[in-house]
C-alpha cells in the first residue's frame, strides 16, 4: 500500500506492509524509499502519526542516500564534449585511426577510433581499466586502517549501479561503482571509507556516524562534492 504524509513542505511518501509483527517499524531503503512494516490491527493514523515523529531522521537518511545516487548527464561521445577523470574536467578530442587507443593529453582525453560510433566503447573501456587501478590503489592503506577493528572486505569488486556508489554485502564483499572514477580521489576515499565502516555497523546509526568521522574528519564535505559532482 502506498501513501504519504505532509510534513513542512516535504511530502514523505511510503510503502506500507502489515505483517504478523508486534512493533511498527520504518527503514529507508538506498534508492530513499521509505518502508513501514506494522501489526496488522494497526491504523493508517497510528502509522502517520508514527512517520511524522521519525520525519526529521527520514529526512536525515535520504539525505545520507542522495550521495550514492549518480546524476551524470547523457553523453554523446563527441569532439569538444567535457569528462570528467578524478574530478578534474576534460575535452574530448576523437581522431579516426588505427591502432585504437585512449590517452590524457594535457587538457584533453585523446581517443583514436576506427569509426566515431566506437569512441563511446573505448572510453568507457578505458575507464574501467584506470578505476580498476585507482580503486586498489586507494582501497589498500584504508583497508590497513581498518585492520584494527578486526575486520577486512572478503573482496572489493567493480559493478554498474545506477542508484549506488557503494554496497556492502553481509559476506563483507565492498562493490564500487565505476562511475566514481570520474570523482576526486577524497570522494572516492569517503566512498570506500563509508562501506568499510559498515564492516563494522550494518546500519546508519549514531555508533557508525561516529565511526566514519574517527576515520575521516571531513567525510561530509567529500559528501558534498560527490552530490554536486556529476550532477
Known amino acids: 500500500m502506498i501513501d504519504a504524509i505532509q ?4 511530502k514523505i511518501d511510503f510503502r506500507l506492509e502489515y505483517s504478523d509483527r508486534k512493533s511498527l517499524g520504518i527503514t529507508v531503503t538506498p534508492e530513499m524509499e521509505v518502508l513501514v ?11 502517520k502519526d508514527k512517520i511524522r515523529k521519525k ?5 536525515k537518511q535520504q539525505s545520507f542516500f542522495l550521495s550514492f545516487q549518480p546524476k551524470t548527464p547523457t553523453r554523446k561521445y563527441v569532439s569538444g564534449e567535457t569528462h570528467l577523470y578524478l574530478g578534474r574536467q576534460y575535452r574530448l578530442q576523437i581522431k579516426l585511426g588505427e591502432p585504437e587507443s585512449v590517452k590524457l593529453k594535457g587538457k584533453f582525453i585523446e581517443v583514436r577510433a576506427s569509426e ?6 573505448l572510453i568507457n573501456d578505458w575507464y574501467l581499466q584506470h578505476a580498476r587501478i585507482k580503486f586498489q590503489a586507494i582501497a589498500l592503506p584504508l583497508i590497513d586502517k ?4 578486526k575486520v577486512e572486505p572478503s573482496s572489493i569488486v567493480l559493478r554498474d549501479m545506477p542508484t549506488r556508489w557503494g554496497s556492502c554485502t553481509p559476506k563483507g564483499k565492498i562493490i564500487l561503482n565505476p562511475e566514481l572514477i570520474k ?4 570522494c572516492i576515499e569517503y566512498v570506500i571509507i ?5 564492516l563494522i555497523h ?4 549514531q555508533r557508525f556516524i561516529d565511526l566514519q568521522t574517527k576515520e575521516m574528519k571531513d567525510w561530509e564535505k567529500w559528501k558534498m562534492k560527490l552530490e554536486k559532482l556529476l550532477a
Open 7 to 10: 510534513f513542512g513542505s516535504r
Open 37 to 47: 512494516k506494522a501489526p496488522a490491527d494497526t491504523s493508517m493514523e497510528k502509522v
Open 55 to 59: 520525519a526529521p531522521w527520514i529526512i
Open 116 to 121: 566515431k560510433s566506437r569512441a563511446k566503447d
Open 146 to 149: 581498518f585492520k584494527k577493528y
Open 183 to 186: 570523482a576526486p580521489k577524497g
Open 194 to 198: 563509508h562501506e568499510l565502516c559498515h
Open 202 to 205: 550494518h546500519d546508519h546509526t
